[in-house]
């Protein structure tokens, strides 16, 4: 990969998750071809960037594959204004994916390891992603400080959905959770319709898993 055009290697993705059918949304496409992926990944592995691939990040994690980000986001369903919780910034890669689409809203987005969200916070300052707040923390509680959410993200496995994050989750609001065992997961998509939960399955997926209290 050219390191000098990493545009073009963005393009080329996006075109490829385009006509497989993971991305739609304009939105979600103009998103995707600005967030400079090799800047959330260690530089050994930059080459690498623009392939459909998860890949390492240290501390035995992992950034998504692209095609996963795409799939998630676009089921997200983010607008303008819109306050997200995410669980397990990893990277910070998806977080910022999630701040080009909300405008004026804001992302809080809670990992544990602090050395990883420590380097996501810094990218995603370096990269100005100014409405972005990254919080060392036990996702499996979500981020009771400023609930409730219009949309919660979880991008590492769990074995169940931690109440808390249902609990924290606003009127009409949308969460996307990967629920299986510590390999392999389905992708669970719930929304919040006045006091009922209404859950659709969208297919298996592998994620690292989810460690804490309503986790692993
Ligand atoms: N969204 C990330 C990929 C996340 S990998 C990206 O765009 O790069 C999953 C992350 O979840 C890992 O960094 C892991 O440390 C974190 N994680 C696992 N259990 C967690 C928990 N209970 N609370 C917060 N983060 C957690």
């Known amino acids: 990969m050219d390191l000098n055009d990493t545009k073009q290697e963005r393009k080329k ?14 939105e979600v ?11 959330f990944i260690p530089e050994a592995l930059r080459y690498s960037a623009y392939v459909d691939s998860p890949l ?7 950034i998504s594959a692209p095609h996963m980000v795409a799939l998630m986001t ?9 306050k997200i919780l995410e669980i397990g910034s990893g990277s910070g890669y998806q977080a910022a994916v999630l701040s080009e689409l909300v405008g004026d ?3 809080y987005t809670v990992e544990r390891i602090p050395e990883l969200a420590q380097s996501a916070k810094k990218i995603l300052e370096e990269l100005s992603y100014s409405n972005v707040s990254v919080i060392v923390g036990e996702g499996t509680q ?12 979880v991008t590492a496995g769990a074995p169940k959905i931690p109440a808390p ?5 606003g009127e009409g609001g949308k969460l996307l959770i990967p629920v299986g065992d510590r390999r392999l997961q389905e992708l669970i998509y719930i ?26």
Do not use: N
């Open 142 to 153: 979500g981020y009771a400080d400023e609930a409730p959410y219009d949309r919660i993200i």
């Open 74 to 82: 676009e089921y997200l369903d983010v607008k303008p204004g819109h």
């Open 165 to 169: 994050l249902l609990e924290q989750l």
């Open 13 to 26: 993705l996006v075109d490829r998750l385009v006509s497989s059918g993971y991305l739609g949304k304009k």
């Open 29 to 39: 496409i103009s998103a995707m071809l600005k967030v400079p992926r090799h800047m």
């Open 191 to 216: 929304r919040k319709d006045g006091k009922e939960f209404k859950e659709k399955k969208l297919g298996g997926c592998m994620f690292v898993p989810l460690v804490g209290e309503d986790g692993w």
């Open 56 to 62: 390492r990040i240290g501390f035995d994690q992992t």
């Open 105 to 107: 809203g804001r992302i």
